[in-house]
């Protein structure tokens, strides 16, 4: 029996893959969690001691600064006071709430407090804090890596807006489009729903133990509570719910892991494609020096950023729907399954941040071999059937053609085989139509038949 080994992370995000998601763990740890607790309990006493609530009055800029520098400079030392505090509370808000009045003693300040915790459910501090992290690493985090594999595509877009390629459609080949239109679809699809989660609402509560600000009013009957509630929420850059039981009911939530979860969606269908237009040899991968492809096969290059990217975006799907499945329901004013869920919201924007970096680093080391695309067009001049017999029709609609079923004509020829461009010009020869619309049709070839596809990327908004 092997002994046992040191303590090891559990996760591969907070091993093998820590570098890549760094920078959630400020925002989406237990540690950055505690973080924001701490601001928004700090928070509301400088917003009742400004109001001179209670018999106070507002504190010293001096004194301010000292209290604020409580959740601007935690560190370690904050960590670990929680951590031994929460093992005699068994309650994690209760421990910060300690943790701010041991520090008001500190400061000087215990005339203020019983002002900590004033009036507050732990959901109270909870829905801002979550509103506030999760906020802060979708906008400084997550959302900035999304933005980036978007301008990979849309630099690759134009890059290749002119590079004809032979398209796919049920696997089959079909009209050709240019490798940068088919990209720029990618690009358009994920800014579109990147503006969406940009926009989305972070809301949090502040109403009490069951949304009715009860104790507040009994506290202090001649307040606006509500309206003092939302000026404090808002002056932390969240929304406000007014309407709540003693949760903030996580539909804002439910909405940010649904898009997170779509743009996840897109993603997974660029990964996919990449990997298959490699495969194809439509892209051929560039060495990274002193990497090895294979433990055995020393020609390889294996398109992992891809895979990874895949594999990952799978994982952080399931977590985003599990997320957005569990938050949308509470039993009555209160259940506590919220609680050990949103615990996993840093899991989930962890594997779709590895996701985004193994894209956004794909995207860097792929060339467009457009030797092959030329290749793969000239051997199906089929796909003109549908330029033909759409020219055929406009013929016959406009009197210059006796020619009764130009699908069927067209079909009879290329259905199932493969059609040289010496055969597609002679059957174009014998057509019965007007001699402008014959000499357009043996000008076109298969490279040459890409519609508008290096306008439309041009025009990306």
């Given amino acids: 029996m092997p002994t046992s080994l040191p303590p090891q992370p559990l996760s591969p995000l907070d091993g093998r893959y820590r570098a890549a998601v760094a920078g959630l763990s400020d925002y989406l740890s237990e540690a950055g969690l505690n973080r924001a607790r701490v601001e928004v309990e700090v928070e509301w006493i400088l917003a009742l ?3 001179s609530l209670f018999g106070t009055s507002a504190l010293s800029d001096p004194d301010k600064a000292a209290l604020r520098a409580l959740y601007l400079d935690f560190g370690q030392a904050e960590i670990d006071w929680l951590a031994e505090k929460e093992a005699v509370t068994r309650h994690d808000v209760k421990a910060v709430e300690y943790l701010v009045r041991d520090r008001l003693s500190t400061l000087g300040l215990d005339r203020i407090a019983e002002l900590a915790h004033f ?5 109270d501090i909870n829905s801002a804090s979550y509103a506030l992290t999760v906020r802060r690493a979708v906008e400084r985090v997550w ?7 978007i301008a990979k595509l849309r630099a690759l877009a ?4 002119d590079a004809a390629m032979l398209s796919r459609t049920h696997g089959q080949p079909a009209t050709p489009s240019t490798m940068g239109k088919e990209l720029a679809v990618f690009a358009w699809r994920l800014e579109r729903v990147a503006a969406q989660i940009a926009g989305g609402e972070y809301l949090a509560k502040f109403s009490g133990a069951t949304g009715t600000w009860s104790a507040h009013v009994v506290a202090e009957p001649d307040v606006d509570w509500p309206k003092l509630s939302r000026a404090f929420i808002e002056g932390l850059g969240i929304g406000f719910n007014p309407l709540t039981t003693q949760i903030e009911s996580h539909d804002w939530q439910v909405e940010l892991y649904d898009r997170a979860r779509h743009a996840g969606g897109i993603l997974h269908n660029l990964a996919t494609d990449v990997w298959t237009y490699i495969s194809m040899g439509f892209f051929a991968q560039i060495p990274v020096a002193g990497a090895t492809g294979s433990s055995t096969m020393p020609h390889k290059i294996n398109p992992i950023r891809f895979e990874n990217a895949e594999a990952n975006l799978e994982i952080a799907g399931g977590l985003f729907q599990t997320l957005a499945q569990t938050l949308v329901t509470s039993r009555q004013q209160r259940d506590l399954t919220d609680s050990t869920t949103q615990r996993n919201i840093g899991v989930a924007f962890g594997h779709s941040l590895l996701a985004l970096d193994n894209l956004e680093r794909g995207l860097g080391e792929i060339s467009l071999s457009r030797d092959v695309l030329l290749a793969d067009l000239d ?13 055929v029709r406009a013929e016959i609609a406009a009197g210059r053609s006796s020619i009764t079923d130009p699908y069927a004509l067209l079909k009879d020829l290329t259905r199932g085989r493969r059609v040289g461009a010496s055969q597609l010009a002679e059957f174009v020869e014998g057509l019965d139509i007007g001699d402008a619309a014959k000499q357009r049709l043996l000008a076109l070839t298969p490279a040459g038949y890409t519609g508008l596809a290096a306008r439309l990327v041009d025009g990306l908004p």
């Fill in 143 to 149: 959302l900035p890596k999304l933005h980036s594999v």
């Fill in 119 to 123: 009036a507050c459910t732990s959901e």
């Fill in 379 to 391: 051997a199906n001049w089929e796909v003109l059937a549908e330029a033909i017999q759409t020219v």
């Fill in 158 to 161: 134009l890059e290749h807006k």
């Fill in 49 to 51: 001691t400004d109001r």
